[in-house]
């Protein structure tokens, strides 16, 4: 054994595996940010449809919001081959919940509970999944909205958002989110925020999907573009009054 652990060819065939098989280290194709707020029947959830290739805005038309289970929306933001392994776990989760037939199924918080371990777990192998998710839904009545974080950090709020809308959208919904809301005022809160960020966020598109969950299921909603207006005079003359600038 110990002359074959010290044969070069062998260590030359087992450092070619182990290179072979890394998972992703760095962040390659990403979307930007996912809002989740509740309202008067369930939950609604906002992302836009466009995915960055490093610094260029690449693709324009990938989902980013999916069902999980019965009862329970899933949004990331982060890499998408990391978000595409994620729903591979979570698929294997629910296969073998369904497996015990015995009249009960996952909620959303046993699939927050379950994201924060895997999010957590693979933080301290220092081979992190680079995401940020946002986990919605509704059982027996009762809204459940959570956010995890890239290294396992989790918190459940009645308003949630990550990337960029962790700082420029959540001030507006503190200001604006009402628990009463009705599906129209949130869909136009939702808007109102991802109109923000799409100004403001250089990896943001003006396509976006939403998505509500309520307690009689998930309903996904056709992309659509908002409309925007770039004539504002901080837009067509930024330097306007900046000392020192260019």
């Known amino acids: 054994m110990d002359s074959l652990a010290s044969d070069p060819v062998n260590q030359c065939t087992a450092t070619s595996f182990e290179m072979d098989s890394q998972r992703t280290q760095y962040p390659y ?122 290294i396992g950090v989790h918190f459940e709020d009645n308003h949630v958002a990550t990337g960029f809308g962790n700082h420029l959208a959540r001030p507006i919904l503190r200001d604006e989110w009402r628990e009463d809301m009705t599906f129209e005022e949130a869909v136009k809160l939702l808007e109102k925020c991802m109109l923000v960020l799409l100004y403001r966020d250089r990896s943001a598109i003006n396509k976006l999907q939403i998505a509500k969950i309520t307690e009689e299921g998930v309903t996904i909603m056709p992309p659509y573009a908002l409309k925007t207006f770039w004539g504002f005079s901080a837009f067509e003359n930024p330097t306007k009054g900046a000392e020192g600038s260019w």
């Open 29 to 150: 194709v990403t979307g930007t940010s996912v809002i989740g707020v509740k309202y008067e029947d369930g939950i609604l959830m906002a992302a836009d449809t466009g995915a960055s290739y490093g610094s260029t805005l690449r693709y324009k038309s990938v989902e980013r919001i999916k069902p999980v289970g019965k009862h329970s929306l899933l949004g990331a933001s982060g890499e998408i081959s990391d978000f595409q392994e994620i729903l591979r776990y979570l698929d294997e989760l629910i296969l073998y919940d369904n497996m015990w037939d015995d009249g009960n199924s996952l909620g959303p918080k046993e699939v927050h509970s379950y994201l924060n371990r895997v999010m957590y777990n693979r933080r301290n192998k220092f081979n992190p999944l680079w995401n940020s998710l946002v986990l919605g839904g509704v059982k027996n009545g009762k809204k459940y909205l959570g956010m995890v974080s890239m």
